[in-house]
């Protein structure tokens, strides 16, 4: 959880704030397929109702950590499709939160073959 000082009191944004809007830049990222939930994801889901997502956040001194398991389409180069995640999720949590992203680290976990 960040917290972060205001003029007229605090603001505090959970991580799973943070996990949302990482969420919706890979939804909208092209060359990948989606996210790939692990067993803590289904286990949340099924216990808490909460939706499946293989995204993970935490902060390390004073910087947002984010893992995210994603299936990357066939065909696309995956480090350059990657590399753009990357900027995106960046680029979507610092304009939205105001809180500095350190790292950011994906695991491909999947190849997802498509029929037209």
Do not use: W
Not at 39 to 47: H, I, M, N
Not at 54 to 69: C, L, M, P, Q, R
């Amino acid at each position: 959880m960040m917290v972060k000082t205001l003029n007229k009191g605090t603001l505090h944004i959970t991580d799973e704030v943070v996990a949302l809007i990482a969420e919706a830049a890979v939804s909208e990222m092209p060359g990948i397929f989606g996210t790939v939930p692990g067993l803590k994801d289904e286990f949340a889901r099924v216990v808490h109702k909460q939706p499946a997502r293989g995204i993970t956040v935490y902060t390390e001194k004073d910087e947002t950590v984010i893992e995210a398991k994603v299936a990357v389409r066939f065909g696309e180069n995956v480090g350059d499709v990657c590399f753009r995640l990357q900027e995106r999720i960046k680029h979507d949590v610092e304009m939205m939160t105001g809180m500095k992203v350190g790292t950011i680290n994906l695991l491909v976990d999947q190849i997802v073959f498509e029929e037209e």
